[in-house]
């Protein structure tokens, strides 16, 4: 079972939690599926900083990888 603050989780954070895993994604590619400008629905931001996907690698931003945090993984694994 997941920790109390995983499983409080939203239904977005688990979908792009879900979406990260599905396959290898850039940051580039995750900005232009989930950057939005409506400031109630930062669901990128609120993944990033509870610790459920991070941004790694070097050369250009948008070239650089986002993979899951083992946090991310325990989401999933507590929705499967």
Request: with cysteine.
């Amino acid at each position: 079972m997941a920790p109390a603050h995983i499983a409080g989780m939203g239904a977005l954070t688990l979908q792009l939690v879900t979406w990260v895993s599905d396959r290898p994604r850039t940051y580039g590619e995750v900005m232009e599926a989930w950057t939005t400008t409506c400031p109630k629905m930062p669901i990128w931001e609120d993944a990033v900083s509870d610790g459920l996907v991070r941004v790694h690698g070097e050369g250009r931003m948008r070239e650089r990888a986002v993979t899951l945090t083992p946090r991310g993984r325990a989401l999933l694994d507590g929705h499967s």
